[in-house]
C-alpha cells in the first residue's frame, strides 16, 4: 500500500506523483492544505519532522523528501526503471537529481511565493507573520524571514533568475547529446526537472527557454506529451488556476516597519 501526503501545486509533490504514473503504481492520496498550515500541526510533524511535503507511507514505513522517495520507489519497483543501467550512467543522473534540488528548486519558490502567495499574508502585521508564519516553520523560518510578508526584494528576485537561467543552459547542454536528461530514459532527473519547469511556464516565463533554448522546449514539449503528465498535473494543480498572479516586480521594502 502506498498513500502521499500531497498538495496538488506543490511542486515536489508533483515531483513524486510523476514518478508513480510512470511507474503505473496505484496510490492513496491524503491532501495537506498547506495554506491552513496542516503541514505543521504535531500529528504531520510526527510523519514528517521538517513540515513539508510530500510524504509517502509505505506499507507502514515513512518515507519523507521528494527526490528520496523517487529513489525509494525505484528500489522497490525497479519495473519501469527511472535510473540507467550503467553505474557511471546512474551516478550522472543522481548529481543532476542534486543539483536541481539544491539549485532551481529553492530558486523557483523566490517568484512562486512573490507571485503567487504573499496576500496570504495580508492581513498580518509584522509581528504576527514572524509569529505565525516565520517561527512555526522547522526548516523554513529563515526563508520566510527573508521573504517577509511583502515579500522578497530585487536582490533575492535577480538571482533566484539567474540560478534558473543557469540551469536552463545546463539543460540544454545536456539534452544536444542525450534525449532526455537521463540519457536515453526519461528518468528521476526529468521527473525532477518537470514540476520546475512547469511552475516556470505557469508564472509566465517560458519566454526564458523559448528564446535560446531550443532543446529544452523540446523537452518540455515530449514531456508534457507523455501519459504521466495529465495524471499528475489535473485540473487545479496548478497557480494560476486558483490563486490571482501578481506581477513579479517585488514590493518595496523600505516602506516596511523593521521590528
Ligand atoms: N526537500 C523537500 C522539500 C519539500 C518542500 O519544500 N515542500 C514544499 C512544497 S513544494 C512545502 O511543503 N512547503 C511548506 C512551507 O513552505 O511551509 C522535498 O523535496 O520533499
Not at 504535531?42 to 513540515?51: I, Q, R
Not at 550522472?92 to 539544491?102: F, K
Not at 514531456?223 to 516586480?249: C, H, I, N, V
Amino acid at each position: 500500500m502506498l498513500k502521499l501526503y500531497h498538495a496538488n501545486h506543490s511542486t515536489c509533490s508533483q515531483k513524486v506523483r510523476l514518478c508513480l504514473a510512470e511507474k503505473s503504481l496505484d496510490w492513496e492520496g491524503q491532501l495537506v492544505n498547506l495554506a491552513t498550515n496542516e503541514h505543521l500541526t504535531s500529528e504531520y510533524l510526527k510523519l514528517n519532522p521538517n513540515g513539508v511535503v510530500p510524504t509517502l507511507i509505505h506499507d507502514g514505513e515513512v518515507i519523507t523528501d521528494s527526490g528520496v522517495i523517487c529513489e525509494y520507489l525505484e528500489e522497490v519497483f525497479p519495473e519501469t526503471p527511472m535510473l540507467p543501467t550503467d553505474p557511471v550512467e546512474r551516478a550522472e543522473v543522481r548529481a543532476w537529481v542534486r543539483y536541481l534540488d539544491e539549485v532551481p528548486t529553492a530558486a523557483i519558490r523566490v517568484p512562486s511565493f512573490n507571485m503567487a502567495f504573499l496576500p496570504r499574508y495580508d492581513n498580518l502585521d509584522d509581528l504576527s507573520f514572524q509569529k505565525q508564519q516565520a517561527d512555526v516553520r522547522p526548516i523554513r523560518k529563515h526563508f520566510y524571514e527573508r521573504m517577509g510578508r511583502k515579500g522578497f526584494d530585487n536582490v533575492e528576485v535577480d538571482a533566484a533568475l539567474a540560478q534558473i537561467r543557469s540551469t536552463l543552459e545546463r539543460m540544454e547542454k545536456r539534452l544536444a547529446n542525450n534525449t532526455w536528461l537521463s540519457g536515453t530514459i526519461f528518468g528521476l532527473a526529468d521527473i525532477i526537472a518537470l514540476p520546475l519547469i512547469d511552475r516556470m511556464d505557469d508564472l509566465g516565463f517560458a519566454q526564458m527557454w523559448q528564446d535560446g533554448q531550443p532543446k529544452v522546449t523540446d523537452w518540455f514539449k515530449r514531456a508534457k506529451a507523455r501519459g504521466s503528465f495529465d495524471t499528475t498535473f489535473y485540473p487545479k494543480s496548478r497557480l494560476s488556476e486558483f490563486l490571482r498572479l501578481s506581477p513579479l516586480q517585488p514590493q518595496d521594502k523600505a516602506q516596511i516597519p523593521t521590528r
